[in-house]
């Protein structure tokens, strides 16, 4: 099975612009998450989607928005970028097996913003 | 709110000696509890999982590590340390199964020859 993936790997913005990143999920996993981890914050949540609702969301700003498609592929865009939000986003995907549950993640795309 | 801490953000062992990765975790109810590996420039890749049942979880490359919940520990082990898992190890917890993970700081193990 292949595993999870995120486009573009590497992208470089200017402050300002906006930035729309996709994950694409393990088949058959219905639930995407989405991650921002930096040197300073470490690991984030940002956000989940599941059956294209969203189901969780961190302490991000509304800048941070998601949304997940009918087969279960996820963009996140972040909307007038600040240098603060350089850093790597990783998109997971969730297989809930009864009592199982594990979350596989992309490799991420770092985001530089000058 | 529950809340993962890693002991330790620089360990360093010895080819061959005992690598020991140390995590507690502050939930008011049974969490699942996760470790993950990072190596540079990669995503996160699961080593092992604790849900429910046995204590003592084993997963890839050897780790394995043993939920305490007297302790609310989640420790991680591996007898005898190689050169390939020089990486970053991050503990995680979430109390159910809705997609958010709360991380640990991360551990950076380092291997020396």
């Known amino acids: 099975k292949a595993g999870v993936t995120q486009t573009p790997r590497y992208l470089i913005k200017t402050r300002g612009q906006q930035v729309t990143l996709s994950c694409s999920p393990i088949?058959?996993?219905?639930?995407v998450s989405w991650y921002q981890q930096t040197p300073g914050q470490g690991l984030q949540f940002l956000f989940e989607?599941?059956?294209?609702?969203?189901?969780n969301k961190g302490n991000f700003p509304g800048r941070f928005s998601g949304r997940q498609f009918s087969n279960s592929r996820s963009e996140m865009n972040v909307s007038t970028l600040e240098l603060g939000d350089s850093a790597l986003y990783l998109c997971?995907?969730?297989?809930?097996?009864?009592?199982?549950?594990?979350?596989?993640f992309g490799p991420g795309t770092r985001l530089t913003v000058t | 709110a529950q809340s993962v801490t890693q002991l330790g953000s620089h360990v360093s062992v010895s080819e061959g000696a005992l690598v020991l990765l140390r995590c507690n975790y502050s939930?008011?109810?049974?969490?699942?509890l996760f470790w993950y590996v990072q190596y540079p420039n990669q995503g996160l890749q699961l080593l092992l999982k604790?849900?429910?049942?046995?204590?003592l979880v084993k997963g890839i490359n050897g780790f394995e590590a043993e939920f305490k919940k007297s302790e609310t520990s989640f420790h991680l082990t591996k007898p005898s340390a190689h050169m390939s898992d020089a990486a970053e190890y991050f503990c995680?917890?979430?109390?159910?199964?809705?997609?958010?993970?709360?991380f640990g700081q991360g551990t950076e193990l380092s291997v020396k020859p």
């Open positions: 997971a995907s969730s297989l809930v097996r009864g009592n199982s549950y594990e979350q596989y």
């Open positions: 939930s008011s109810v049974p969490p699942y």
């Open positions: 604790y849900t429910t049942g046995a204590t």
């Open positions: 088949s058959g996993h219905r639930s």
């Open positions: 989607y599941f059956s294209e609702t969203q189901r």
């Open positions: 995680a917890v979430t109390l159910n199964q809705g997609g958010k993970l709360i």
